[in-house]
């Protein structure tokens, strides 16, 4: 019974130590994933109580170079991501129009890559469908002429592909798994040091 007793105590103690460092940890999860520094664009839908930021990067987009368009679409008055909805975009250039179509959003954060190849302003064309609503929204992007004609000196074709797990997210993950590792760790050389105590006693 007393070594029954001794066990269930270690094991307690091992088990609420990961608890907290896990819930510690889950509390400062960053959820928006387009960095503070971008510029960002916002359409607020009040209706569906619903916004979607949008930002690019690099902002000095080159021609015939890969953007990185981000999205992010949050409930307006938690700022949490809504998930589980699904995506469309379509990037104007004149009279070219290229289209992303059925883009999975688990998250509430995507982005599409695509190479601009004319000056200009641009207008990215987005559509959300969640399981009640269906939000659209649009955004500008400027490129201005006077940059260096050096930097399209090698065009190539409009590329697109999908990402919707981002850095930012895998590396909140890794840092998740590290401190319960630690605190797995932590928490067992205390369990042995409490049963090395009471072996003594």
Do not use: W
């Not at 019974?1 to 999860?29: A, V």
Request: proline share 3%; hydrophobic share 40%; net charge neutral.
């Amino acid at each position: 019974m007393e070594k029954s007793l001794k066990y269930s105590i270690c094991y307690f103690i091992l088990f609420g130590f990961t608890i907290f460092l896990y819930l510690n940890n889950y509390h400062y999860t960053v959820y928006s994933y387009i960095p503070k520094n971008n510029i960002i664009q916002e359409i607020v839908d009040q209706h569906d109580n619903i916004k979607v930021q949008f930002a690019y990067d690099p902002e000095n987009i080159k021609i015939n170079t890969l953007t990185d368009l981000k999205f992010s679409v949050l409930n307006l008055t938690t700022e949490e991501p809504l998930k589980n909805s699904i995506a469309r975009v379509v990037v104007t250039e004149g009279s070219e129009l290229f289209g992303f179509n059925n883009i999975t959003v688990n998250d509430g954060h995507f982005s599409v890559k695509h190479s601009f190849a004319n000056y200009g302003n641009h207008q990215i064309i987005l559509r959300i469908d969640t399981n009640s609503s269906i939000i659209p929204a649009s955004f500008n992007v400027m490129i201005p002429s006077y940059q260096s004609s050096s930097s399209s000196s090698s065009p190539f074709s409009a590329d697109s592909s999908v990402k919707s797990n981002f850095n930012d997210k895998d590396m909140q993950s890794f840092t998740t798994y590290s401190i319960i590792g630690i605190g797995l760790a932590i928490s067992i050389g205390i369990t042995i040091i409490v049963l090395s105590i009471l072996k003594k006693k």
